[in-house]
Nanobody, 123 residues
Framework: QVQLVETGGGLVQAGGSLRLSCVASGRTFSDYTMGWFRQAPGKEREFVAGFRRNTGGTYYADSVRGRFLISRDTAKNTVYLQMNSLKPEDTAVYYC????????????????WGQGTQVTVSS
């Protein structure tokens, strides 16, 4: 069992930055594929960025590539999402998720989810 807790959301102006953190407890997250997802009102939950378990490779949605950076601190069992050059369309609840398998981008394949943290970008 893995428990995930996200922090770091908030209100920021367009062009600004935020860093989200996801602390994992229960098992070391290096055993899991970890992903960040987001869900805006009235929209499906979508993939943002992730680490693949077996290779450690990183993956990004086209909409955030070059602006967002996923990283991890294994000593702290924490995954980060650095979000730069934020846009109003980045406004959403952001979720951290973990799974045992290797696929990164499909929300339905993840077993463990955090409670989410709100990110609001004003224009």
């Amino acid at each position: 069992q893995v428990q995930l807790v996200e922090t770091g959301g908030g209100l920021v102006q367009a062009g600004g930055s935020l860093r989200l953190s996801c602390v994992a407890s229960g098992r070391t997250f290096s055993d899991y594929t970890m992903g960040w997802f987001r869900q805006a009102p009235g929209k499906e939950r979508e993939f943002v960025a992730g680490f693949r378990r077996n290779t450690g490779g990183t993956y990004y949605a086209d909409s955030v590539r070059g602006r967002f950076l996923i990283s991890r601190d294994t000593a702290k069992n924490t995954v980060y999402l650095q979000m730069n050059s934020l846009k109003p369309e980045d406004t959403a609840v952001y979720y951290c998720a973990g799974r045992r398998g290797n696929g990164v981008t499909t929300p339905g394949a993840y077993n463990y989810w955090g409670q989410g943290t709100q990110v609001t970008v004003s224009s």
